[in-house]
């Protein structure tokens, strides 16, 4: 159980799937499918749903590459956080918003697995949260041609190590979307 006794909710935190983010990622259309699958049963449990939309020079707020994805639809009852850097919780309000909803967990779901994603979840574990990483439902873009692994390997190499992450009374696991069961 995670560090916030206090606090017993869980919530689906989708980061950064925007038009400039996810639009040449790995198997895009795939992850995107299995977000919006999560989407709707965290929506139908009741279960908190908070968005991150990342933006900087090239993505500035509101411009077409900073929206998210057309697939995926934000209702205006479910908080947005603004961020500048890859971990969600640095400079902005996420944190008061989950305090708001009561949430000690996170089941974490976007892009770039090599980036924001992975920056996020090492935020909020040290933070206090549980976070649960579903294996199928983040994304990177092939970034090869500067040395990078491929989006592939980039991908399993996160889903291998956040399963062996652990700290005082919280826990990180990983598991895909037909794994998840959000409780109404």
Same mark, same amino acid.
């Given at each position: 159980?995670? $560090?916030?006794?206090?606090? #017993?909710? $869980?919530? =689906?935190?989708?980061? +950064?799937?925007?038009?400039? @983010?996810?639009?040449?990622? !790995?198997? *895009? +259309? $795939?992850?995107?499918?299995?977000?919006?699958?999560?989407?709707?049963?965290? *929506?139908?449990?009741?279960?908190?749903?908070?968005?991150?939309?990342?933006? %900087?020079?090239?993505?500035?707020?509101? &411009?077409?590459?900073?929206? !998210?994805?057309?697939?995926?639809?934000?209702?205006?009852?479910?908080? =947005? /956080?603004?961020?500048? !850097?890859?971990? &969600?919780?640095?400079?902005?309000? =996420?944190?008061?918003?989950?305090?708001?909803?009561?949430?000690?967990?996170? @089941?974490?779901?976007?892009?770039?697995? +090599?980036?924001?994603? *992975? &920056? #996020?979840?090492?935020?909020?574990?040290?933070?206090? !949260?549980?976070? #649960?990483?579903?294996? +199928?439902?983040h994304t990177t873009e092939d970034m090869t041609e500067w040395g990078a692994p491929p989006p592939g390997v980039i991908i399993k190499h996160t889903n291998m190590y956040w399963?062996?992450? &652990?700290?005082?009374?919280?826990?990180?696991?990983?598991? #895909?979307?037909? %794994? /998840?069961?959000?409780?109404?």
């Amino acid at each position: 159980m995670s $560090t916030l006794p206090q606090r #017993t909710a $869980t919530a =689906l935190l989708i980061i +950064d799937v925007q038009v400039g @983010v996810v639009g040449a990622a !790995y198997q *895009r +259309d $795939t992850v995107i499918a299995n977000i919006q699958t999560l989407l709707t049963a965290a *929506r139908a449990s009741g279960t908190p749903v908070i968005w991150v939309a990342h933006s %900087e020079e090239q993505m500035p707020i509101g &411009s077409e590459a900073w929206q !998210y994805v057309p697939e995926l639809v934000r209702l205006e009852s479910e908080p =947005l /956080v603004h961020k500048l !850097y890859g971990d &969600s919780f640095e400079a902005t309000d =996420l944190e008061a918003a989950l305090a708001a909803a009561n949430v000690a967990h996170l @089941v974490v779901v976007g892009a770039q697995t +090599d980036a924001c994603i *992975r &920056s #996020t979840i090492h935020g909020a574990f040290t933070r206090g !949260y549980d976070v #649960t990483l579903l294996s +199928d439902a983040h994304t990177t873009e092939d970034m090869t041609e500067w040395g990078a692994p491929p989006p592939g390997v980039i991908i399993k190499h996160t889903n291998m190590y956040w399963g062996f992450q &652990s700290a005082p009374g919280r826990t990180a696991k990983v598991l #895909t979307t037909a %794994e /998840v069961s959000f409780s109404a």
